[in-house]
């Protein structure tokens, strides 16, 4: 069981969905149990039986995600993961590991992959397998899988930007959160980037725009529009997969989880993730 924070984070990031995730290592350590003592002794390293074991099941949930999304309402965004001190689990195994390869930017480019790409990139890149254990797991060879990654990182670094810190990050975001609430129109626009976007999931359980917004002026629109409906609503700045993002509440209950792409000191992406069967990983906050 001391692999399961492994298996947690691996599936994760494959996924983009903490539910799912928890599902798939249930399932892997469901058909570790079902073999016998001999069986499972004869297995030299359990944490790579368990590792294959559960990358398989992701991909073949990966095979199947595409034609999931396609009947999904509106948009899907990647479930939103807070600072390991706000889970609402008490189970530290089930918490996600905050680095950049869960950033909302990395996992939003991770869906415009395909399964083994995804595979090949996160166990080699971010997990540090070698080539030939993932060529296992996703039935190609070495070269193939190195190939996979190859493609994988070209189209992580043509989606990247610059590098912000992280304080400034966080600025950035504050100035936007008090503009918003003042309904700043100038100030607003100047935080964003002029090609900016703005993606809402609300799965079709929840209000939210079904497509994408775009461009720093229909944005600011919305935002201004938003602002004078919502007078109920309390927005906290909070930690949203790594980097600085804002949390929604309502009646106490959390609404909606922001997280943010800044590139310079301009806001390029901003997704908005209202859908409440991707929020359970998020504690009801007192409000500071």
């Not at 399961?4 to 599902?23: K, Q, T």
């Not at 190859?150 to 610059?162: E, G």
Request: proline residues 5%.
């Amino acid at each position: 069981m001391s692999d399961r924070p492994l298996l947690i984070n691996v599936a994760y990031r494959l996924l983009g969905s903490v539910a799912e995730a928890e599902d798939v290592v249930q399932e892997t350590y469901a058909r570790w149990y079902a073999m016998s003592a001999e069986q499972q002794e004869a297995i030299g390293s359990p944490a790579g039986w368990l590792t294959k074991v559960a990358t398989r099941i992701c991909l073949d949930l990966l095979s199947s995600a595409r034609v999931r999304r396609e009947s999904y309402v509106g948009e899907w965004i990647p479930e939103p993961v807070p600072d390991p001190t706000e889970w609402i689990t008490a189970d530290p195994v089930d918490r996600v590991t905050l680095d950049e390869s869960v950033s909302m930017a990395f996992l939003v480019v991770l869906e415009s992959m395909t399964p083994a790409e995804r595979v090949a990139l996160i166990l080699h890149d971010v997990f540090g397998y070698a080539f030939a254990e993932v060529a296992e797991i996703v039935g190609r060879t070495p070269g193939a899988c190195r190939q996979l990654a190859f493609s994988a990182r070209r189209r992580l670094d043509a989606a990247r930007v610059q590098a912000t810190p992280a304080v400034r990050q966080a600025r950035i975001v504050r100035e936007f959160k008090q503009a918003w609430q003042a309904k700043d129109i100038d100030a607003l626009i100047a935080l964003l980037d002029p090609d900016a976007t703005v993606v809402a999931d609300g799965g079709g359980r929840v209000g939210a725009m079904l497509r994408p917004i775009e461009g720093a002026a229909q944005i600011v629109r919305s935002l201004v529009n938003l602002a004078g409906k919502v007078h109920d609503m309390v927005v906290l700045e909070r930690t949203v997969n790594g980097r600085p993002g804002l949390v929604a509440r309502r009646d106490g209950a959390i609404v909606a989880v922001v997280a943010f792409d800044v590139a310079g000191d301009r806001i390029s992406h901003i997704w908005a993730v209202r859908n409440p069967d991707k929020l359970h990983s998020w504690k009801e906050m007192d409000g500071r």
